[in-house]
């Protein structure tokens, strides 16, 4: 399962956003000897597993889910045996949630630096990473070839590099370079959303709630915009109170999922689905993996003993009306374990049992 770290400044608001996804409120708030994250999942929304279970009707119908925890606010200059309690486990999370507040748009540039500094702190906390695996791969090196002809030398300076000059990661390596460094679990390598909470009076103003986010879009990040406490009290209320306090506040649109379809794009993962007689089932796997890895994303099982796989986007199947029909018309495909999966294909894995 996917795992999202809500990170970010104390007095964010990250706690109610945890909540506002889990809908469990979290124990412990503060960074301590004994602290443990609070741990929810979350179901994402996604409009073509739906539309294939009024086709499908299976029994058992499972949508893509997260894990979700919450972390107090940190610094670089948190003690580091509290440090080390947390980090090990952020660095595993798929997704960075960084929760800061724009309470106004007035307060936007404060927001901005909030953030910058934030960000900061996750750059300094890499940096010290960089610099000592470059410090030892470099005494690793000597007596054998100029460390400057040696490939990961190169990288790992080049990253200590980018680190210095504030920039992210994630933004700035390649999909190989990456992959080259998940032994070092760098913070910045990590996808990030940005999550501003603001108030009702600035979320109903959509001129000035785009221009927070669009400012801090372009300058951080990706981000998306939510009063956090609002969809929180309106979580608590039936659907006809609901939609009476959104248009007592000028909201057009429901707040929690547009929150999970952000996060889920800012996963940069791809999702594709199974079934058979008893379940439908949404699962993710990172853009460019192959139908191999689908296999072993369902089961290990399915990976050792891959023949083939059957394979038809989700919109064709939903376009035919039936699997029956979608097989008369022979638009299901036969691919290879080689085969690139696409966002939305549904595979069904032939194999040795």
Known sequence: MLGIAIVGPEGTGKSLLF?????TAPQERTLSDTFTPPVGTVSLPDSRLESLQQILKRPKYVPLAVEVKDYPGFTSGTPSRLLNRILPEIKQADLLLMVVQGFSVAEAERVLKATRAFGDELLILDLAIAENALKKHQQRLRGT??????????????????????????NELTTDEKKQLRDLALLTLKNQLIVINVDEEVYAKEELREGISALISEEVGTSHIIPVKLAVEFAELGDEERDEFRQLYG?????????????????????FYTFNEKELRAWSIPAGATALDAA????SDLAQGFIRADVIPAEEFI??????????????????????????????VKFNR
């Open 251 to 271: 909201i057009n649109e429901p707040l929690v999922p547009p929150l999970k379809r952000s996060i889920l794009k800012a996963l940069d993962h791809i999702v």
């Open 145 to 170: 070839k100029k460390p400057e002809q040696d490939a990961r030398y190169k990288l790992l300076s080049r990253v200590a590099e980018l680190l210095e000059a504030s920039k992210l990661l994630h």
């Open 319 to 348: 376009s035919a009306g039936s699997e029956k029909v979608a097989r008369e018309e022979k638009r299901w495909r036969t691919e290879g374990r080689d085969y690139t999966v696409q966002d939305g294909d549904i595979i069904l």
């Open 296 to 299: 072993g994303a369902i089961h």
């Open 19 to 23: 909540e506002l996804l889990t809908g």
